[in-house]
C-alpha cells in the first residue's frame, strides 16, 4: 500500500511492476490495472481517470467480479485501508442498521451473485441501506450497468488518494 502521495509524475516514473501494485491497490482487477499502466506516461490527472474509465467499461464481467472481490459487504468489516476510510460513516451506525444492512446484502448476493458495491463515500449507513434497498428491485442487467459506475466513482476517488492534491 503506498502510504505517500505520488503524483502524477511519480506514478509516471514508477517500474511497470510498481505501477501495476499502485492500481491495484485501487481496483483489484489485474486486466485492469495493467491496461491502466500501460497507457503511461500520462500528460494530466484527467487522462488517467479518463483511460481508467474506458478500460473498466471495456472489462468482461468475469473481470468485473475480479475486481469485486476488494470490496467487502457495506457494513462489514473492511479489510483495507480504502474501504475502512470510504465506510468510516457506515461504523458509527447503531445495530438496528447494520442488522439492516446485514439482511438486505443476503438477499442483494442471493439475488445478484455479487456483493453489493456503492461508493461510500461521504455517505451515512441509512443512506446506503435505502441505496440498497432501492437497487433490489432492479433486473441483473441493470444493476451490473449501475455497478459499473459505481466502481468507476470508487477508482477515481482512490487514484486521485494514491496522486495526491493537484499539483
Given amino acids: ?17 510498481q505501477a501495476m501494485h499502485a492500481l491495484f491497490e485501487c481496483c483489484s482487477s489485474s486486466i485492469w490495472a495493467r491496461r491502466v499502466a500501460s497507457g503511461r506516461p500520462f500528460d494530466s490527472r484527467e487522462l488517467l481517470l479518463d483511460r481508467a474509465d ?20 457495506i457494513g462489514g468489516k473492511a479489510d483495507n485501508p480504502s474501504s475502512k476510510r470510504e465506510q468510516a460513516a457506515v461504523q458509527a ?14 438477499k442483494y448476493e ?24 432501492e437497487r433490489l428491485g432492479n433486473d441483473p442487467e441493470t444493476e451490473r450497468r449501475v455497478l459499473r459506475v459505481e466502481l468507476a466513482k470508487i477508482n477515481r476517488i482512490r487514484l486521485n488518494r494514491m496522486l495526491g492534491p493537484e499539483e
Avoid at 54 to 73: C, K, Y
Fill in 93 to 106: 451506525a447503531g445495530s438496528d442498521v447494520l442488522d439492516a444492512l446485514a439482511a438486505s446484502n443476503r
Fill in 54 to 73: 474506458r478500460v473498466l467499461a471495456e472489462l468482461p464481467e468475469a473481470e468485473i467480479d475480479q475486481a469485486l472481490d476488494g470490496h467487502p459487504r
Fill in 1 to 17: 500500500m503506498l502510504h505517500e502521495w505520488i503524483g502524477l509524475e511519480g506514478f509516471n516514473r514508477l517500474t511497470d511492476r
Fill in 110 to 133: 442471493e439475488k445478484f451473485g455479487h456483493v453489493y458495491l456503492v461508493c461510500a463515500t461521504g455517505r451515512s449507513a441509512p443512506e446506503l441501506l435505502a441505496i440498497l434497498e
